[in-house]
Structures are given as structure tokens and as C-alpha cells.
């Protein structure tokens, strides 16, 4: 490897494996330079003067990184794509979410390019080696993007992962006059679902917004019942619910574990209920009446 290959090796690593043109003019390498590298395959265009060196796939870090670098110094990864970088939830659209600072930059596909005022310091930082707005500015640029449901989520994950700051929250705020549908972020700092009530998995933050939209009582969830931790469960309806995921129900150790469990909390006197991923994004309205019967058949019987 030559000293050239080995400066952009060395900035790449630092980068998820990526650079930009402007960096590597920075270290002296020339436009032609440059060139001659992209043809021969040592650097692979990703966005304009953006290249992924010595590869042709990136990880998710790594396309992150990237569309920051594509719009310019200060930018900064942010809404969706920043929420899922803080791990707050995840993010399928392929266009990437970039807050550039009071410039308007040329379109480019695949980023979604948001212009804003200069932030608060406190509005940002870098996490992984990538700038990316703080959470409390994610949850606030959320708010705008997404349903109220899906930031609930965000923001109860984002206190799961002790993220969250509500100090931070009620001072971007402050400094947001102006932001549309800012009040459903507000509705949250005044929301506490109590520590029987937070979920612990996307999954269990589906069922309890199902269970929410029906307006059933909430239940506790991942509590012990009978000496099994389960994941839902309504104490005076004796009615535990069970969700099954196939990535933790996939072997046959699980597969016994999981029905060895059921039939104890049968004979220990509860109302077991499994339900699965697709029950509940496909057939919403039967799991809530599903559950509703329950409840109502244990109310109409005798207490327990």
C-alpha cells in the first residue's frame, strides 16, 4: 500500500469506511488523484465526493455516515434515521434523514435533506463517529415525521435505555415556537405509563398500542406469574397473554420451553393467550375482541 492509500485507509477507518472528496483534498491529494482511484475501484462513488474505499457494500453505520458527509460540514444524521441510530426505533425508508444548517444544498437521491436554523449546542453531539442530533432534538424532528403512536414508542424506548432527558426535552421545546405538531411531543413529558406498563420489545409496544386503540385496561407487563416471567397479564381476569416471536420460538429447546410454561400457568388457573407478530399487525380488531371477551367472560364469572 502506498503513503496515499494508507492516509485514506487510516481516515476511512475512522469514518464506517467511508470519505469525502473535501477530506481528502484536505490531506493533499489531488482531484486527479482522486480520480484515477475511483476508476480503477479503490474508491466507490456512493453520493457526490462521497466514495466507500476499497468496498462496494456499506453497513448501516457506514451509509449513515456517508449521507452526512454528502451534504456538507455541520450536517448532522437526524429524524428517522437518528432515532434509529440512538436505537429508539427502526427505520426501513431507504432515503436518509439529514439536517443541514440555514443553506440549501442540491437535491441528491436517496437523502431527504432538512434545512434548519443554527442549533443549540446542546442539540447535538456524535455518537458511533457520526453527528447526530441529541435525542431530545430527535424525538422533537420525529414528532414532525411520524404518528403520535410510533413517537410514544420512541420516547418510551428512549426511557427503557435511561436516554431519556425530559429537561432536554422541555428546552428544545422552549426553543421550538413555530415547529409543527410539537404539542404531541409536549403531551409526552406529562406521561408516565408506570413501570408495570413499559414494554421491553418492539412486539410488546405493538400489542399495548393495540390495547390502547381498543380502550381495554392496560396490563402489567414482564412481571412474574405463577413463577413465570410472562408478558402481559390483567391479575383480577387471571389472563395472561403470551407473544410469540419467531426469532425466540425457532428451536425446538424454545419450542418445548415455551409449551412446558403454558400448561403450568393452565393449572395454576389462568387464561393463557398466545398471540403472534402476525395476529397482531394483521388482524388487529380479532386480537382486541379476542381479548375483550376474556376479560369480560372472567368479570361475568366469579372473582378469583
Known amino acids: ?20 472528496r473535501r477530506q481528502l483534498a484536505a490531506l493533499g491529494i489531488s482531484r486527479a488523484a482522486i480520480s484515477t482511484r475511483a476508476a480503477d475501484g479503490r474508491l466507490h462513488r456512493l453520493y457526490r465526493g462521497v466514495y466507500a474505499v476499497g468496498h462496494t457494500r ?18 448532522l444524521l437526524s429524524h428517522r434515521d437518528a432515532a434509529a441510530l440512538w436505537g429508539l426505533r427502526r427505520s426501513d425508508r431507504r432515503a436518509i434523514d439529514v439536517t ?23 442539540d447535538h453531539t456524535i455518537r458511533q463517529g457520526i453527528p447526530v442530533t441529541s435525542v431530545a432534538r430527535t424525538l422533537l424532528d420525529l414528532a414532525e415525521v411520524v404518528a ?30 413555530g415547529r409543527r405538531r410539537v404539542g404531541a411531543l409536549r403531551t409526552l413529558l406529562a406521561y408516565d405509563p408506570g413501570p408495570a406498563v413499559r414494554s421491553k420489545s418492539e412486539l410488546e409496544s405493538r400489542f399495548l398500542d393495540l390495547i390502547r386503540r381498543a380502550d381495554l385496561p392496560l396490563p402489567q407487563v414482564n412481571v412474574l406469574v405463577a413463577g413465570f416471567l410472562v408478558d402481559a397479564y390483567w391479575p383480577r381476569a387471571r389472563l395472561v397473554v403470551e407473544l410469540q416471536s419467531y426469532g ?57
Not at 500500500?1 to 469525502?20: C, E, F, P, T, W
Not at 443541514?100 to 446542546?122: M, N
Not at 420512541?154 to 427503557?160: C, G, L, Q, V
Not at 379476542?290 to 361475568?300: G, I, P, Q
Open 1 to 20: 500500500m502506498g503513503v496515499v492509500d494508507a492516509h485514506i485507509a487510516r481516515l476511512a477507518n475512522r469514518q464506517h469506511g467511508v470519505v469525502a
Open 58 to 75: 456499506t453497513t448501516g453505520q457506514g451509509r449513515w455516515m456517508a449521507a452526512v458527509l454528502a451534504c456538507g460540514p455541520g450536517s
Open 100 to 122: 443541514v444548517v440555514a443553506r440549501a444544498r442540491r437535491p441528491q437521491r436517496g437523502l431527504t435533506v432538512h434545512v434548519t436554523h443554527p442549533l443549540d449546542g446542546d
Open 148 to 177: 403520535p403512536t410510533q413517537l410514544q414508542r420512541a420516547y418510551e424506548e428512549a426511557e427503557r435505555l435511561e436516554l431519556l432527558d425530559v429537561g432536554a426535552i422541555d428546552r428544545v421545546l422552549a426553543r421550538s415556537n
Open 248 to 304: 425466540f420460538h425457532s428451536h425446538r429447546r424454545a419450542f418445548e420451553r415455551d409449551h412446558a410454561k403454558l400448561a403450568r400457568l393452565k393449572v395454576a388457573g389462568c387464561e393463557v393467550l398466545a398471540l403472534t407478530w402476525r395476529q397482531i399487525a394483521d388482524e388487529p380488531g380479532w386480537v382486541a375482541g379476542a381479548v375483550r371477551s376474556l376479560l369480560t367472560r372472567a368479570a361475568d364469572g366469579p372473582t378469583v
